[in-house]
């Protein structure tokens, strides 16, 4: 009988170790599911994080980017006007010479022409 008792408690124990290793397995799985959900949602918060930076970001380098564009504008109308007033002033001066020119040459050549002495020149 002895041998029966000793072998039914070794069967107890080893039932009783597995259902004890299934018991742990089970909460294994458990514990797997939650750490799993809260990597999850660790993951999730830090990306949205991320993109709320992002956009903020972005939104501001939009916003400098455009006063800068508009200041440029600005700057290179100005300069544009500034030059085409300066250009125009000395196409009129050119022309007010060249035309100076002209008639002092004509006056010469139809003096010549009308065997007139020739006047000094200024």
Known sequence: ???????????????????????????????????TAHATKTVAHKTAHGTKVASRDTAHGTKVAAHKTANGTRVAAHDTAHGTKVAARDTAHGTKVGADKTVSGTKKLGDKIADKPTPPQQ
């Open 1 to 35: 009988m002895k041998k029966f008792s000793v072998l039914g408690v070794a069967l107890v124990i080893g039932f009783s170790l597995s259902m004890a290793r299934a018991q742990t397995a089970g909460q294994d799985m458990k514990d797997a599911g939650h750490d």
